[in-house]
């Protein structure tokens, strides 16, 4: 069965840094796009970014434009997710997520696969 398996999170002050792992275990999701989602509890999972399959053509909600970098290894299909300058706003459960749809699509409808999630906690 195909597996997204994220790492990486945990507490951080504000200003700090954190780098997300997203692992294709089998690498399933090679010509897909992916996408890092995150969710708090009692609101929607929102969008944060996503990126091509070439890892080529990258995307971000303007919540984290200029703090969060999203990358691939098309080796590995591993895709991560660098976020400097953290604020408390950014606490939550981060998803990464593969689709095959267009790597600039937002919806997290269209992404078919997911992974458990990790949390992300960010201290003021």
């Known amino acids: 069965q195909a597996q997204l398996v994220e790492s990486g999170g945990g507490l951080v002050q504000a200003g700090g840094s954190l780098r997300l792992s997203c692992a294709d275990s089998?690498?399933?999701?090679?010509?897909?796009?992916m996408a890092w989602f995150r969710q708090v509890p009692g609101k929607e999972r929102e969008y944060v970014a996503s990126?091509?399959?070439?890892?080529?053509?990258?995307y971000y909600d303007d919540s984290v434009k200029g703090r969060f970098t999203i990358s691939r290894d098309t080796t590995t299909n591993t895709v991560w997710l660098q976020m400097n300058q953290l604020k408390g706003e950014d606490t939550a459960v981060y998803y990464c997520?593969?689709?095959?749809?267009?790597?600039?699509?937002?919806?997290?409808?269209?992404?078919?696969?997911w992974g458990q999630g990790t949390q992300v906690t960010v201290s003021s």
């Open positions: 089998k690498r399933s999701f090679t010509s897909y796009a």
């Open positions: 990126i091509s399959w070439t890892g080529r053509n990258t």
């Open positions: 997520a593969a689709g095959d749809t267009l790597p600039n699509i937002r919806s997290a409808g269209r992404y078919a696969a």
